[in-house]
């Protein structure tokens, strides 16, 4: 079996998450009650104090550090993903090889640790 | 047949994302588009055997550069977030330009699908043994990990956010 057919089973689980939402939402949209819009159903809430800014603010740069530090974990699992496939052919070596590795990029986590990357709100703006 | 099928279906998602990047009327949605023409061309690669380099494409792409637009579009103002123009007055010659030139190189190199066989193997475990093979790549490995070590404390000291540091 070639890698594309057993992949089938995947696109079979892909077409099956994707029609699940979109007939669940027809057929509420069949059975839901008469519309009849009005300006106040659609403020964010709808019996509460009103609104007084646009709910798409400006996010703090913190968001913006773990996604950072999240993109380059990911390449590191890059690497780990085919070690985790291969590592009982090699043995002691290879696993050696990427204790080094995680080693290494400890050394980044430890110093946006020191940094204080990883702290959230320092201080209210 | 079938594997045209697929091919011509999986290409539909491709461009329906890659202009839904370009038509969207807001970055949030264009960000969006972007992650579907992603994941896309990862079922593209599937079709093509490469196994790892579909992995890659979620994981770091469809994964971590999708989050890190969407984190950069919600750190940007939110009157800016709406496209105004949606296209440069040049966009339409840079797009007829490129397509001459990719029309070019297929026309140069003789484009033929070469299908699933003419490719070595490209399923995960394949890709393990040619890197942790013993003596192989151990040193390129660890320079990888020592790039990345720059790239991020790089890149927390580009984006900190008072000057104390």
């Known amino acids: ?125 | 047949m079938i594997q045209e099928l697929v091919f011509l279906v999986i290409s539909l998602f491709v461009i329906a994302g890659a202009a839904g990047v370009v038509f969207a009327q807001r970055l949030f949605h264009a960000v969006l588009s972007l992650a579907l023409c992603l994941l896309s061309v990862a079922a593209v690669y599937i079709t093509l055997g490469a196994e790892f380099l579909a992995v890659i494409q979620v994981l770091v792409y469809a994964g971590g550069v999708v989050v890190l637009f969407l984190f950069a579009v919600m750190l940007t103002r939110s009157d800016l977030q709406l496209r105004r123009e949606p296209l440069e007055s040049f966009a339409p010659v840079s797009a007829v330009l490129f397509g001459v030139l990719v029309l070019f190189y297929i026309a140069r190199t003789g484009f033929v699908p070469q299908g699933e066989r003419a490719l070595a193997p490209g399923d995960v475990a394949s890709v393990g043994q040619v890197i942790f093979s013993p003596k192989a790549y151990a040193l390129p490995f660890e320079l990888v990990g020592i790039l990345l070590l720059a790239a991020m404390v790089g890149a927390i000291y580009l984006a900190r956010r008072d000057e104390r540091w």
């Open chain 1, 1 to 125: 079996m070639s890698v594309s057919e057993a992949y089938l089973t995947v696109g079979i689980f892909v077409l099956v998450g994707v029609l699940f939402p979109a007939v669940t939402i027809f057929v509420a949209s069949l059975l839901r009650r008469p519309a009849k819009p009005e300006p106040g159903k659609y403020l964010t809430y709808e019996c509460s104090v009103l609104p007084f800014t646009d709910a798409r603010i400006q996010h703090n740069v913190e968001y913006y550090m773990y996604a950072l530090l999240f993109v380059l974990f990911d390449v590191e699992t890059v690497f780990l993903y085919p070690w985790a496939m291969t590592y009982r052919s090699f043995g002691i070596l290879a696993t050696a090889e990427v204790i080094v590795f995680i080693g290494i990029l400890a050394l980044g986590l430890v110093y946006a640790w020191k940094k204080g990357a990883l702290e959230w709100m320092k201080g209210w703006r």
